[in-house]
């Protein structure tokens, strides 16, 4: 029996693999949008993830490892099952994901990004998601009471808000609080007020806005500022 030359073995293995491609779209309420949505920076876009055929079938049984991108240098990519506040640019694709799978985008700076998934065994294997519009969101912070006695709590309210002035709900980042007195005590998370804990992670039940306190233990005028440790020039102070 002839042997196949390896040259061509090699272009038939090719044409194999590429008749398998990735498609990425966004999704709302588990259906692909037609046009893409603007969102709010801070907020997740989810986006649908499937290995396709030729006949644009998902490819339930495909396996390998992908790259996430975006045009978002400060954007969070989130798979499924990691820590939010960790961006994880690669995903194992598994047949336990039935060839596709939802993942959320988090981006942090205004303007239209793209999404480009990429095949890391095979680069050919690749796609772009349409442009999503993402707009600027500000964080607000407001003391409860303008005096205090040193060792006293003052509760502080943290809110990140969209352009018109509205409360961001979907807001997801992780804020980072200092104040200007070294022996303050933050307390971000209301473990202990023993505790300080400068650092916070919004999630869905906090709908945008956050309440915590600080006990100041230095005598003077101090400020309390909140940054988003995404993009440390969204920033306020009181």
């Known amino acids: 029996i002839d042997r196949i030359p390896p040259d061509l073995a090699c272009r038939k293995s090719n044409r194999v693999r590429l008749r398998h491609q990735i498609t990425v779209a966004q999704v709302e309420d588990g259906r692909v949008l037609a046009r893409a949505r603007t969102a709010s920076a801070g907020e997740p876009v989810l986006y649908t993830v499937a290995a396709r055929d030729a006949a644009g079938n998902v490819v339930a049984g495909y396996a390998n490892k992908l790259r996430i991108e975006t045009t978002d240098r400060n954007g969070k990519v989130n798979p499924p099952s990691f820590y939010p ?29 793209i999404v480009t998934i990429t095949d890391t065994s095979n680069p050919a294997r690749s796609a772009k998601s349409a442009p999503v519009p993402i707009s600027e969101v500000t964080l607000n912070i407001v003391a409860a009471a303008r005096i205090a006695r040193a060792g006293e709590p003052i509760m502080f309210t943290v809110s990140a808000r969209n352009a018109a002035g509205q409360i961001s709900e979907g807001y997801r980042n992780k804020i980072r609080i200092t104040t200007t007195d070294a022996n303050a005590i933050v307390n971000a998370q209301t473990v202990s007020p023993d505790f300080s804990i400068p650092e916070h992670i919004f999630t869905e039940k906090h709908r945008g806005e956050y309440t915590f306190s600080v006990v100041f233990n230095s005598s003077g005028r101090h400020t309390v500022t909140v940054t988003d440790i995404s993009l440390p020039d969204r920033s306020a102070s009181s």
């Open 85 to 113: 506040e960790i961006s994880v640019p690669e995903y194992l694709f598994t047949r336990q994901n039935g060839g596709e799978f939802t993942l959320p985008i988090i981006f942090n700076r205004p303007g239209r990004h």
